[in-house]
């Protein structure tokens, strides 16, 4: 009896969430992973499963994210982002397709993972659901400095989204800050981790104390607290974009 050996890749895909449930296959709502697996399955004509380095909420953007998928060596791979882009949905695009070591894994193996929240300052009438609109520009000072106290922190309960099934609060942020783009706040997170709702409850947070209502002392009172309901309002989840998810490079295979 022979075996068809099975090879890995990872799959860079891109994504506007803002017709999905998130990234993450739900029960009842059209979610990115079930968009993927479906166009795999009709392109390569077996149901296929694919693992994401993380799980977007739903209406969260992605520039890149990975996923990877196990398929038969002998599977025809000519022309393949050409075939599944003509069937994937003009909000999903599939980047790259990119050969990986058997035991890959697009979640575990990631090391760092970057975020940016995109606000308008001026109302822009192009970018209505792919920024946050605010009236007053906050003090962008205040918001860089407190965004510099958070890698001062492991422990980032106060900004996980409440029953949450997660071993440990902890994440190692490597760096946190903002820049003024024209009519554009953006704000710039990595770490190797992140909790579910954790960016767009810091954005909240550190927009309160850009508009003076969480002093620097009340925001280390937050981050020490453990509490959710200490922190600021999440920002709403369309301003906010995965933007890359970073890997050894001893994974790929060149």
Known sequence: MSFQKKLRYFLEIAYN?????????????????EVLERGLSTILQKELKVVG????????????????????????MSNFNFRLNSILPRDIVLKDIHPVNVDAHARFDAIEREYEYLINVTKDPFSQNLAYQVQKIPDIGLMNEAAAILLDYIDFQCFSRTKTNVK?????????FWTLDGNRLIFTIAADRFLRNMVRAIVGTL????????????????????????????APAHGLYLTKVTYPENIFIK
């Not at 969430?17 to 059209?30: L, S």
């Not at 440990?168 to 946190?176: E, G, P, S, V």
């Not at 850009?210 to 937050?222: C, L």
């Open 168 to 176: 440990t609060y902890h994440c190692l942020i490597k760096k946190a």
């Open 207 to 234: 927009l309160d104390v850009g508009y003076e209502k969480t002093s620097m002392a009340q925001f280390h009172s937050v981050l020490k607290s453990k509490n959710r309901s200490e922190a600021g309002k999440s």
């Open 53 to 76: 380095a993380g799980r977007t909420d739903t209406g969260v953007h992605a520039r890149q994210l990975f996923a990877h998928v196990d398929l038969d060596d002998t599977e025809d």
């Open 17 to 33: 969430g803002g017709e999905y449930f998130g990234w993450q296959i739900q029960p009842d709502a059209v979610s990115v992973q």
